[in-house]
């Protein structure tokens, strides 16, 4: 869902409103950057993005149109009153809707932190101070966590690649800690903790999860930047063959568990006016950030 754009991705840059306002442009705009449309495009999948003040009505026929929803990393705020969240929350219930209906929804650094914040109902789950920006770490997988769906879901050797080499690329302030998911029964309720990390300090948060009932996941660190981005200012990334496939691996499972959605729209012609396609991404430098502003 469009609305956070991760331009800067940085809390040092946090948009303190649900609206994000990029220098050149008069108005509020909704927007992301083009990684994510290429994360999905590499695993096999099409776009159409949701702009984050779209009603009710609107909402209910794109999800049952579509075959999953990503939410995208960004700095926004996550209080529950915010325009964003509320639109957010509205497509989370609208995925559990229906028992039998295989929905998918992956949230992605600020994403996952508002998957967090959707369940328990609370934006204080989510909090400030990790010193996790910029930096590419592997995964703390517990034993248990490899029968998960996800780790399941991927080859054995690209789990090993999360498991114990530095390619998942973290560019975040804010987190969720352990103690806090373990002892809020909504989050422990709904979610199963599949992976941790330590900051630079040794402040640990939680860096995978998966909903328990449903194809619900989330990604504290970036599984679509190592690929597509490049700049002179982030060091912290790792274009390594190894983290190329993994973080493409994680791209492939999410659009493989849209395929087990049946979801389409009426006709081609709506379709086809959805499309990320209608929509030219403007380069935003330093580096090789497109953004899609709508």
């Given amino acids: 869902m469009s609305g956070g754009c991760d331009v800067y991705d940085s809390e040092d840059e946090v948009l303190k409103h649900v609206l994000y306002i990029r220098p050149g442009y008069a108005s509020p705009n909704s927007c992301f950057t083009s990684y994510y449309v290429k994360w999905i495009e590499q695993g096999g999948g099409r776009v159409i993005p949701i702009r984050y003040d779209t009603d009710q009505t609107e909402l209910e026929h794109l999800i049952s149109s579509l075959n999953g929803v990503l939410f995208t990393g960004g700095g926004l705020d996550l209080s529950l009153n915010t325009t964003y969240v509320e639109t957010a929350m509205s497509i989370f219930k609208l995925s559990q809707k229906k028992p039998n209906d295989y929905f998918p929804v992956w949230g992605t650094c600020q994403g996952f932190q508002l998957l967090n914040v959707l369940a328990a109902d609370d934006s204080g789950v989510v909090v400030p101070g990790f010193d996790s920006e910029d930096i590419s770490w592997s995964l703390d ?7 998960s769906r996800l780790f399941s879901g991927l080859p054995s050797e690209i789990v090993k690649f999360l498991a114990t080499e530095n390619v998942t690329m973290n560019f975040h302030h804010d987190g969720v800690t ?12 709904f979610y199963d903790l599949l992976s941790t ?7 640990v948060f939680v860096s995978t999860m998966e909903a328990k009932d449903w194809p619900i996941y989330g990604t504290q660190w970036h599984p679509e930047r190592q690929q597509f981005e490049f700049n002179d200012v982030d060091v912290g990334f790792n274009h390594a063959y190894d983290s ?4 493409s691996a994680v791209g492939a499972f999410f659009v493989n568990e849209c395929r087990k959605n049946n979801h389409q729209f009426v006709n081609k012609t709506e379709e086809a006016s959805r499309l990320i396609y209608n929509y030219v991404p403007t380069y935003d430098p330093p580096g090789s950030q497109q953004v899609y502003i709508f």
Avoid at 141 to 147: G, L, N
Avoid at 197 to 203: A, Q
Wanted: positive net charge; charged residues 30%; hydrophobic residues 20%.
């Fill in 178 to 189: 352990p103690e806090t998911f373990n002892s809020n029964t909504k989050l422990s309720g």
């Fill in 244 to 247: 190329i496939r993994a973080n």
């Fill in 197 to 203: 990390n330590s900051d630079r300090k040794g402040r």
């Fill in 141 to 147: 997988i517990s034993p248990d966590s490899f029968k």
